[in-house]
């Protein structure tokens, strides 16, 4: 059962240009979804995260789009560099929920191309 | 410095065995938790544990414990270890136990059994 859903286990775009990651979810007790970046052999790294009560976070670089009726969300990387090449994970969870941790969704494979 | 440790980094055993992973974090966290991530790529939450309550994902077999000897520590036990039980493990830690704090995780385990 997959409540947070990637779709898309890769994604290639050209450095410079826009990076869009999607995500949707299935849970609608889900309110807090965060964005987590992964190197090879090394642990998930905190990118950016949005509340249920907010449409759109933006840090950098970085946005997060959320759209609550279609239970989805986007992360936006624009410029795109080559840095940015790495697993990004969605994660969400249900604040009401205590420590329950977070449910993450398979990932997806950025490539960032010269 | 290392926010959160895990040691070891690879684990290779043989069915049956009972193994301890150790993981440390020097955020002065309240929470920490133990992941894993299984060969489809999922992260699934095992447990949570701060200092008054541990939360058991109700699908992860007995055999695996958590043991937390200070606030710092949370190291994960594994009973006759299974070929299935073969993954990623990461430990992750929080401010508070709300979930609304960025998780910080460790670099990973990776456990072969065999």
């Known amino acids: 059962d997959q409540q947070v859903k990637q779709n898309s286990p890769s994604l290639s775009v050209q450095e410079g240009r826009i990076s869009i990651l999607n995500c949707d979810y299935t849970n609608s007790m889900f309110d807090y979804f965060l964005w987590y970046k992964k190197y090879p052999a090394e642990g998930p790294t905190f990118l950016i995260s949005i509340s249920s009560i907010k449409d759109k976070n933006e840090d950098g670089r970085f946005t997060v789009f959320l759209n609550k009726s279609a239970k989805h969300l986007s992360l936006h990387i624009v410029p795109s560099q080559p840095g940015d090449s790495a697993v990004y994970f969605c994660?969400?969870?249900?604040?009401?929920?205590?420590?329950?941790?977070?449910?993450f969704g398979k990932g997806t494979h950025l490539i960032i191309q010269p | 410095d290392t926010a959160v440790s895990q040691t070891p980094k690879y684990l290779v055993t043989q069915m049956g065995n009972d193994k301890s992973i150790k993981c440390e974090q020097n955020?002065?966290?309240?929470?920490m938790y133990w992941y894993k991530q299984d060969s489809k790529k999922f992260l699934k939450i095992m447990f949570s544990y701060n200092n008054k309550e541990l939360i058991i994902n109700e699908t992860v077999p007995n055999r695996f414990s958590p043991k937390s000897p200070d606030k710092a520590h949370l190291n994960l036990h594994i009973n006759s270890l299974e070929l299935g039980d073969s993954a990623v493990y990461f430990c992750?830690?929080?401010?508070?136990?709300?979930?609304?704090?960025?998780?910080?995780f460790g670099p990973g385990t990776r456990l072969l059994v065999l």
């Open positions: 955020l002065g966290h309240d929470t």
């Open positions: 994660a969400a969870f249900y604040s009401g929920g205590g420590a329950d941790g977070l449910t």
């Open positions: 992750a830690s929080s401010q508070g136990n709300s979930n609304q704090e960025t998780q910080y």
